[in-house]
């Protein structure tokens, strides 16, 4: 169906144009016939309007689909580059082969009709003879009691002619073909002396059907009638047109066309111009056309008798030349469209490829058979394709791992202390910023009751995921210490409590409660990391525990960074009293301090 205004504005007039056909064949078989005339220029007209715009479709749709394809692309390309110059070749042969054969032709006609003028002039060489030998010659020929008895010419009329009244273009040896009134003669004129007396001896005889059927008897059908009037305007003789006879001139025709002598021999019809002479005004004329039609067989004959003995050879290699070019030609197209085919077939290909690929089908892979250029682009789009795959798994691959990585940054950051409880001598900050998603940076805040604080500052080894895992298992260890510190605390205060001690004594004595020893923290810590990890992993890590009532620091540096304790007097101490990292080494002892 139509897709566009001008395709439907096209069928539209089609649909038209056939009711108008259909309501004039109506009419006609209802003998309506002039109401069917009246109907007829819309018809036409009609007609036309849809043939253009019918064409245009064509040709467009032709260009946008058929030509789409890059096969039929490069076969029009090929047929426009090596179809059309061989067909123009073959054109151009045909036609010249078609000329030069009807010249043949028609000089075999015209060759027939001088033949018979020369007889004729022979014989009027002959009466001639007689005339100026024989007495009373002339005198019978004049009158007409004397006939002249030439073989193959009965109907032959004698005219003699005084050399006063003979017109002045009628010249000794004249001989032409003679339009006379309606009729064709052939005419011949030679001078003859007879006691110091010239006269003009003119010989003729009528072209009719049965004299041309002379000349066509080895030829086929030749038709000799008027074409109309071809006469130079700038002669001297000046000749009416009343005064010409071309134009009523009947046409001849005879002869019979000779049959086929094999299976492939078609007659062809020749066309020729003719001159002939007018008997009144002598003047040449060419507007008498000859129609000559002849076989191939009788030209081929024709020819083999007026060349040599080698024309059959000739021929025959003519004709074992043309199978020979026919068949390299048939060769060459099919070599070209194979060449065709292998370049459309990788075209084809690449685009079926690409389909795939904007799919999102990157595992289709293409079948290459062949070795060249283009082959090699197809194995090129393969490499591409698998490269691209690869390329989309490692991205999922690096999403899914970076998935995993924010999601470890979100526990990771959960890990750290969020809501710092600050004591009334003592204000708490802390932040992390990690290189990357997650990191090895640790720092914590242990909280023992009102005015007690552990701080803890530790960094790991490596970076990234490893690091985060041993940074969260020293996060777990450090808070089970202080769980088992706290559980110790409550303890004490029930076995208080049992003493049935005033209420003071035990907040006194929860408040006073010994807090974990630092090194033995860090001891247990490096016995449980050695043991549980890698034995290149370690972690630096600062552990202190601040007692707001006495104001001090309890505290053990493993191998960490020295926290700076800054004094009112600006004097700066480094708190470095501890042992070397965690984790490395199994048997360490770790030093403690209070400050």
């Known amino acids: 169906m139509p897709s566009t205004r001008l395709g439907w504005f096209t069928l539209y007039m089609g649909g038209i144009e056939l009711l108008l056909v259909l309501l004039e064949f109506l009419l006609l078989r209802l003998r309506a016939a002039g109401a069917a005339a009246t109907l007829d220029p819309w018809v036409r007209f009609l007609a036309f309007v849809f043939f253009i715009f019918f064409t245009f479709?064509?040709?467009?749709?032709?260009?946008?689909?058929?030509?789409?394809?890059?096969?039929?692309?490069?076969?029009v390309t090929y047929l426009f580059v090596g179809g059309v110059p061989v067909f123009l070749v073959l054109a151009m042969a045909a036609l010249s082969a078609y000329f030069l054969l009807g010249q043949f032709a028609t000089f075999l006609a015209v060759s027939g009709v001088q033949s018979q003028l020369q007889?004729?002039?022979?014989?009027?060489?002959?009466?001639?003879?007689?005339?100026?030998?024989?007495?009373?010659?002339?005198?019978?020929y004049a009158s007409g009691t004397l006939k002249y008895d030439a073989p193959g010419y009965p109907d032959l009329k004698v005219t003699i002619i005084d050399d006063p009244h003979r017109p002045p273009w009628l010249v000794d040896g004249f001989h032409s073909?003679?339009?006379?009134?309606?009729?064709?003669?052939?005419?011949?004129?030679?001078?003859?002396?007879?006691?110091?007396?010239k006269m003009a001896v003119i010989a003729g005889v009528p072209l009719d059907e049965r004299f041309l059927e002379k000349v066509a008897a080895d030829l086929g059908p030749i038709t000799l009638g008027p074409m109309g009037r071809n006469q130079d305007e700038s002669e001297t003789i000046h000749i009416d047109v009343s005064q010409s006879n071309m134009g009523?001139?009947?046409?001849?025709?005879?002869?019979?066309?000779?049959?086929?002598?094999?299976?492939?021999?078609?007659?062809?019809?020749?066309?020729?111009?003719?001159?002939?002479?007018?008997?009144?005004?002598?003047?040449?004329?060419?507007?008498?056309?000859?129609?000559?039609?002849?076989?191939?067989?009788?030209?081929?004959?024709?020819?083999?008798?007026?060349?040599?003995r080698y024309s059959e050879i000739v021929r025959n290699g003519l004709v074992g030349l043309a199978i020979t070019f026919a068949v390299i030609v048939l060769i060459a197209l099919i070599i070209g469209f194979r060449l065709t085919r292998t370049i459309t077939y990788?075209?084809?290909?690449?685009?079926?490829?690409?389909?795939?690929?904007?799919?999102?089908?990157?595992?289709?892979?293409?079948?290459?058979?062949?070795?060249?250029?283009?082959?090699?682009?197809?194995?090129?789009?393969?490499?591409?394709?698998?490269?691209?795959?690869?390329?989309?798994?490692?991205?999922?691959?690096?999403?899914?791992?970076?998935?995993?990585?924010?999601?470890?940054?979100?526990?990771?950051a959960q890990l750290f202390p969020t809501a710092l409880s600050s004591t009334e001598t003592l204000e708490l900050f802390g932040i992390c910023r990690p290189a990357r998603i997650v990191s090895g940076d640790y720092y914590d805040f242990?909280?023992?009751?009102?005015?007690?604080?552990?701080?803890?500052?530790?960094?790991?080894?490596?970076?990234?995921?490893?690091?985060?895992?041993?940074?969260?298992?020293?996060?777990?260890?450090?808070?089970?210490?202080?769980?088992?510190?706290?559980?110790?605390?409550?303890?004490?205060?029930?076995?208080?409590?049992?003493?049935?001690?005033?209420?003071?004594?035990?907040?006194?004595?929860?408040?006073?409660?010994?807090?974990?020893?630092?090194?033995?923290?860090?001891?247990?810590?490096n016995r449980h990391l050695h043991k549980t990890t890698q034995p290149e992993k370690y972690a630096t890590l600062f552990l202190g525990f601040y007692d707001g009532i006495s104001r001090t620091m309890t505290y053990s540096n493993a191998g960490h960074l020295p926290p700076l304790i800054l004094g009112a007097d600006g004097s700066i101490r480094r708190l470095e009293v501890g042992g070397t990292v965690v984790g490395l080494f199994d048997a360490v002892e770790y030093d403690e301090t209070t400050v």
């Open 57 to 75: 479709l064509t040709l467009r749709w032709f260009r946008n689909y058929v030509m789409w394809w890059m096969r039929n692309r490069l076969i």
């Open 119 to 140: 007889h004729l002039q022979t014989e009027n060489a002959a009466i001639v003879e007689q005339i100026e030998t024989q007495a009373g010659a002339a005198e019978g």
């Open 177 to 197: 073909l003679i339009s006379d009134g309606n009729n064709f003669y052939l005419r011949v004129a030679n001078t003859a002396t007879r006691g110091g007396k």
């Open 248 to 308: 009523r001139m009947h046409t001849l025709a005879a002869g019979q066309l000779p049959p086929a002598k094999y299976a492939w021999d078609p007659a062809y019809v020749y066309l020729g111009l003719v001159q002939a002479v007018d008997w009144k005004s002598g003047k040449s004329e060419s507007s008498i056309l000859l129609t000559v039609q002849i076989r191939l067989s009788t030209l081929s004959s024709r020819l083999s008798v007026s060349a040599n």
């Open 346 to 412: 990788s075209v084809a290909n690449l685009y079926q490829a690409t389909q795939h690929i904007n799919r999102g089908d990157f595992s289709h892979r293409i079948r290459v058979k062949q070795r060249d250029q283009l082959g090699e682009l197809q194995v090129a789009f393969n490499s591409m394709t698998e490269s691209v795959e690869q390329l989309i798994a490692q991205q999922k691959e690096k999403e899914r791992l970076q998935s995993e990585l924010e999601i470890a940054q979100e526990v990771q």
């Open 446 to 525: 242990l909280s023992y009751g009102q005015e007690q604080i552990g701080v803890a500052v530790g960094d790991i080894s490596g970076k990234g995921i490893s690091a985060a895992l041993l940074m969260a298992s020293i996060h777990s260890a450090v808070r089970a210490y202080e769980h088992e510190q706290l559980v110790a605390v409550k303890t004490r205060a029930e076995r208080l409590a049992e003493a049935d001690l005033p209420a003071g004594s035990v907040a006194l004595a929860i408040r006073h409660a010994p807090a974990q020893s630092p090194s033995q923290v860090l001891w247990l810590l």
